[in-house]
Structure formats: structure tokens, C-alpha cells
């Protein structure tokens, strides 16, 4: 049973990219073969299956992550841990938004998001999450 459906699976995914033909024959009988008709075929035609179904490259999961929960990275100029966070998100594919804190303002507002004023520090908004 097992290598049945095996070989029917096979027989499919070779046939999405397959080549077939149309031609008419001697009485005038359209035929669609996936060989190429004789040559007394009449107007033949050949033409490519359906395309192959695309796949997306990432999860469904994984495409809404950073719309639904965005990450910020507060950073310090110059800081060694700081180059090497932003290092690693960008690694992993990991879409950011960089804070880099040098005005008093900023340093408030990691200060607030964090409780600390030190970097690198990130941040991952989950909604609902205090």
C-alpha cells in the first residue's frame, strides 16, 4: 500500500512540470499525449503543465511575527555588546527597530522600557504583556 501511493505521489510531482501535446490525427480526433504525436499529426501544439505551486520560504507563524510583535534594540554608541545584539538579529533574519540613545529623551524612554539605563537592551512588544 505504501509503495503504491509512493509511486502515485511520484507520478504527480513529476507530472506538474510535465510537457504535453495536442494534435489532431488523420480523421480529425484531437489527442493530448504527454509523447510527441506521429508525424502525420495535424496542428500540433505543445504546451507546459501548470505551474508548480509555490511555497513560502517561512512559516505563516514566522512572516506575521515581526508586524505582530515588533522588537526594539536600545544601543549605546560605541558599545561592544551592542554591535555584537544587532550582529545576532541580523543573523537570524530578525527584522528591528535600532534606538540608538544619545539625547536625554531617549535615555528615558529605555529607562521607562527597561528599568535600566544600561545597553544594549531589547525589547520584544507582546501585546497584553506588561
Keep these: ?3 503504491l501511493v509512493g509511486a502515485v505521489l511520484c507520478t504527480a510531482a513529476f ?5 504535453y501535446y495536442r494534435w ?4 480529425g480526433r484531437i489527442n493530448f499525449t504527454d509523447r510527441p504525436p506521429p508525424a502525420s499529426a495535424k496542428n500540433v501544439q505543445k504546451k507546459a503543465g501548470p505551474p ?3 511555497t513560502p520560504s517561512e512559516p505563516v507563524a514566522l512572516q506575521q511575527a515581526p508586524k505582530n510583535f515588533p522588537v526594539t534594540l536600545y544601543s549605546v554608541p560605541g558599545c561592544e555588546a551592542c554591535d555584537e545584539a544587532r550582529k545576532l538579529l ?3 533574519g530578525v ?5 540608538s540613545v544619545t539625547s536625554q529623551a531617549q535615555l ?3 529607562k521607562s522600557a527597561v528599568g535600566s539605563n544600561s545597553g544594549p ?10
Design 121 to 130: 537592551a531589547l525589547m520584544l512588544d507582546i501585546a497584553g504583556y506588561p
Design 95 to 99: 527584522a528591528f527597530r535600532e534606538v
Design 108 to 110: 528615558e524612554a529605555l
Design 24 to 27: 489532431a490525427d488523420e480523421s
Design 52 to 54: 508548480a505551486p509555490s
Design 90 to 92: 541580523n543573523a537570524r
Design 15 to 19: 507530472a506538474v512540470n510535465a510537457q
Design 1 to 3: 500500500m505504501r509503495c
